[in-house]
């Protein structure tokens, strides 16, 4: 969960992509825990918010090596698809979970 996907940095420290994953999970849980009054919930992105993460990283991906014809370990053989690396630097991997506002239009918050 921590290290995908698309959150491992290409050119940085996958330590600070596992830390940024950490303080999101600490922000979403931090904040329905509040909300619930302490009380255990389940928390799920929505279907629509998959698709278009999905959408949006593997638009982003096209035209980088990371998914390029040559074969690597980055890619799915199958599907083409990387599944591994974030796209963009690790700043903006950085801003998107520690730093953005939470789009809880993106999640679905249930009972136990």
């Known amino acids: ?5 698309n959150t491992l940095p290409s050119r940085n420290s996958t330590l600070h992509g596992i830390e940024c994953s950490v ?6 849980l931090r904040e329905v825990m509040a909300r619930r009054g302490g009380k255990g919930c389940t928390l799920m992105p929505t279907a629509d918010a998959e698709v278009q993460f999905n959408k949006s990283i593997q638009e982003k991906m096209k035209d980088l090596v990371y998914a390029s014809e040559v074969e690597t370990y ?3 053989n199958e599907t083409g698809k990387n599944t591994l690396i974030w796209p963009g630097m690790q700043f903006s991997f950085y801003w998107s979970r520690c730093i953005s506002p939470v789009n809880w239009s993106d999640w ?3 009972r136990v």
């Open 108 to 110: 679905v918050v249930g």
């Open 74 to 76: 980055f890619t799915n």
């Open 1 to 5: 969960m921590f290290t995908g996907p």
């Open 23 to 28: 303080v999101y999970i600490t922000r979403l």
